[in-house]
C-alpha cells in the first residue's frame, strides 16, 4: 500500500486534515499530528522519525503550543508514542529526537509497550549556551527503538574522523586499527558538528578518503542556524541526519511518516533516497512545501552532506551499495 491509499480524501476530510503538497513519492498535509496518525491504517508503515516541539516555549506559528505543564506534555507524547507504535509494521522502526530531559521519559515509556530499544544515539552540540548551575549541554538525544526484531538495518558508512590540523586518524580503535574490515567499524551513536571533524585533509590524504561504519556517536549534525540555509524561524534539522536515518532503516519503495514535519526535512530526504513518505505539520507549511518544490526543480542544499573538500577514491559501482556518503552492504 502505497502512501496516497493509506488515507484517503473522505478520511482526510473527517479529521481535518489539508492536503498542500503531493509528489510521486509522498503527500503532506497541514493538521494535528494526531490526527494524521490516528488516519493511518495499523501496520502499515515502516519508519516514524518524530522531531516534537521541546516544550522549551519557542515560537512555532499559530495553533502550536510549546509551553506546557510537564504532566500534560508528558501525556499528550504518549497519545502519539502510541499512536507511532501502532502505525508500525512488525519489525518497524521508531525514530525520537528531543531533549535527554524528555527522552528518558519516552524510553521509559516505550520498554513499557514492548518496543525494542537499539540505541540512544548523541548527536553532539558543542557549543550549547551554558545554564546556569548545569553542565554545558552538549547533545541531543535521538533514541532508536523497533517493533521487535527490526526487518531492515543497513550498514551506513561515513568518513574516518581525521584531525583538521594534521590529517591524521583522530581515533586508534582501541590499537586495532589494521585489524579491521577495510571498509571500517560500525556507525557512532554520536554526531558532532561538521566544522569540528570534517576538514580539508588533501595535503595529509590526497588520493582517497578512508569510510567507517557509523557509530551510535554522530559527530556531524548540527542544527541548521545559517540564514542561508534556514526555511523557517525555529531551529531545524540537517538533512544529512535523515538521510542517514533513512538509509540505515529502510529500503528504496518503503514507507516513511513524520508527524511533525516542520520545514519538509524528513519528506526531503526521503524523496532524494527514493522511500516513499506522509506526513503533517500544524503550524506553517511554506517551508516544507518550498523545499519540497526546489528538490523537484533540482535544487539541492551541496552543504547537507558535506565532509569537507576532500579528493575522493574512485568507488567500484556494485548493486549493494548506495551512491556516497551512504556506503551500505
Known amino acids: ?75 499528550w507524547s504518549q497519545l502519539w508514542l502510541c499512536e507511532s ?75 574516518i574522523q581525521v584531525c583538521r590540523h594534521c590529517g591524521g586518524e583522530v581515533r586508534d580503535y582501541g590499537g586495532h586499527r589494521k585489524k579491521l574490515n577495510e571498509k571500517g567499524i560500525n556507525l557512532m551513536d554520536v554526531w558532532d558538528e561538521p566544522e569540528d571533524v570534517w576538514e580539508d585533509a588533501a595535503e595529509a590524504s590526497i588520493n582517497e578518503v578512508l569510510w567507517t561504519l557509523t557509530e551510535e556517536v554522530w559527530t556531524d549534525i548540527p542544527p541548521v542556524r545559517h540564514r542561508q540555509h534556514k526555511k523557517r524561524v525555529p531551529n531545524e534539522l540537517a538533512p544529512i541526519m535523515l538521510e542517514r536515518i533513512i538509509a540505515m532503516a529502510s529500503n528504496p519503495g518503503q514507507i516513511v511518516v513524520d508527524p511533525f514535519g516542520g520545514a519538509g526535512t524528513t519528506f526531503y530526504a526521503a524523496e532524494k533516497l527514493h522511500r516513499y513518505w506522509i506526513g503533517s505539520e500544524i503550524g506553517n507549511i511554506d517551508p516544507a512545501v518550498e523545499r519540497l518544490s526546489q528538490l523537484a526543480n533540482g535544487i539541492t542544499e551541496q552543504w547537507e552532506s558535506a565532509r569537507g573538500n576532500k579528493k575522493l577514491k574512485p568507488q567500484k559501482k556494485t548493486g549493494s551499495q548506495l551512491s556516497l556518503p551512504y556506503l551500505t552492504q
Open 85 to 159: 507504535i501502532r502505525v508500525l509494521k512488525p519489525g518497524g522502526s521508531l525514530f525520537i529526537f528531543n531533549l535527554p530531559k524528555w527522552c528518558i521519559d519516552y524510553g521509559a515509556y516505550l520498554n513499557k509497550q514492548g518496543m525494542w530499544f537499539r540505541h540512544w544515539i548523541a548527536c553532539r552540540m558543542p557549543k550549547a549556551f551554558p545554564r546556569g548551575k548545569k553542565m554545558s549541554p552538549a547533545h541531543y538525544g535521538l533514541l532508536y527503538y523497533t517493533k521487535g526484531e527490526p526487518a531492515v538495518f543497513n550498514k551506513v558508512y561515513t568518513p
Open 1 to 75: 500500500m502505497l502512501p496516497f491509499q493509506l488515507i484517503t480524501t473522505s478520511v482526510a476530510t473527517q479529521q481535518g486534515l489539508r492536503q498542500v503538497y503531493m509528489s510521486e513519492h509522498g503527500i503532506l498535509y497541514q493538521g494535528d499530528c494526531l490526527k494524521l496518525l490516528s488516519a493511518l491504517p495499523d501496520e502499515s508503515v515502516d519508519i516514524v522519525f518524530a522531531d516534537p516541539p521541546f516544550n522549551l516555549g519557542k515560537e512555532y506559528g499559530e495553533g502550536v503550543s510549546d509551553h506546557m505543564e510537564i504532566d500534560k506534555y508528558l501525556a
